[in-house]
């Protein structure tokens, strides 16, 4: 596996730890009442509205240090702009290895084709 690749699988192994972490947390909510009352409690992080998805930035620290900022006031925060180049390259390196694959599995089907032929 490519250095792209693993990191990437990394980062998205992360994020869906995070995910997971977050729904079955006690008291967390995926729902757009949960963000009102974070943009109500912290009006000064300027918090979109609505849905919203994200990863947990420790979790993205731990595989990617440079994605996540620690702010004067402790909290974190990830720059999803920062890991798009990493998941491109990971997701070609991907690309390329399913391509191998698929041209030995094309191989080996021809050999056994062959070979119940003869």
Avoid: W
Avoid at 12 to 34: E, P
Avoid at 71 to 89: F, Q, S
Wanted: proline share 3%; aromatic share 6%.
């Amino acid at each position: 596996m490519g250095r792209h690749c693993l990191r990437a699988a990394m980062i998205l192994s992360a994020f869906a730890a995070s995910v997971c972490q977050a729904q079955t947390k006690s008291g967390v909510q995926l729902f757009d009442s949960q963000r009102e009352s974070e943009q109500a409690a912290f009006p000064e992080k300027h918090l979109p509205s609505g849905r919203q998805a994200g990863a947990i930035a420790q979790e993205v620290e731990k595989v990617f240090p440079v994605a996540v900022t620690t702010e004067a006031d402790g909290y974190k925060t990830v720059a999803y702009d920062n890991l798009v180049p990493l998941l491109i390259e990971g997701l070609k390196e991907q690309q390329a290895q399913i391509e191998a694959l698929k041209a030995r599995v094309s191989e080996l089907g021809g050999k056994s084709a062959g070979g119940a032929a003869a």
